[in-house]
Nanobody, 111 residues
Framework: QVQLVESGGGLVQPGGSLRLSCTAS????????INWYRQGPGKERELVAQ???????NYAESVKGRFTISRDNAKNTVYLQMNSLKSEDTAVYYC?????WGKGTLVTVSS
């Protein structure tokens, strides 16, 4: 079993930055695909970014060029660096590994 804990969310002004962390425990996820999803108010949950065990990344079109996913295998942690944030990025952000989900961290982009 794997436990995932997200952190780093908060309130930020438009144009600002945040870095989210997803820390896994229970077993190493260093060779596994990790996904970041988000669910905004009244919206469906959507895939935002993905990183493979080999470091290959994919992004939703809406965040390309603004968000960067990375991993620190020594810390069993995956990060989501979010720059140039917009109001439409407001959502609960979740990380996912296999069938396991974290509980999410809230990001609010507002002036």
């Amino acid at each position: 079993q794997v436990q995932l804990v997200e952190s780093g969310g908060g309130l930020v002004q438009p144009g600002g930055s945040l870095r989210l962390s997803c820390t896994a425990s229970g077993r190493s996820v260093s060779t596994s695909v990790i996904n970041w999803y988000r669910q905004g108010p009244g919206k469906e949950r959507e895939l935002v970014a993905q990183i493979s065990g080999g470091g290959i990344t994919n992004y939703a079109e809406s965040v390309k060029g603004r968000f960067t996913i990375s991993r620190d295998n020594a810390k069993n942690t995956v990060y989501l660096q979010m720059n140039s944030l917009k109001s439409e990025d407001t959502a609960v952000y979740y990380c996912k590994h296999s069938v396991y989900w974290g509980k999410g961290t809230l990001v609010t982009v507002s002036s």
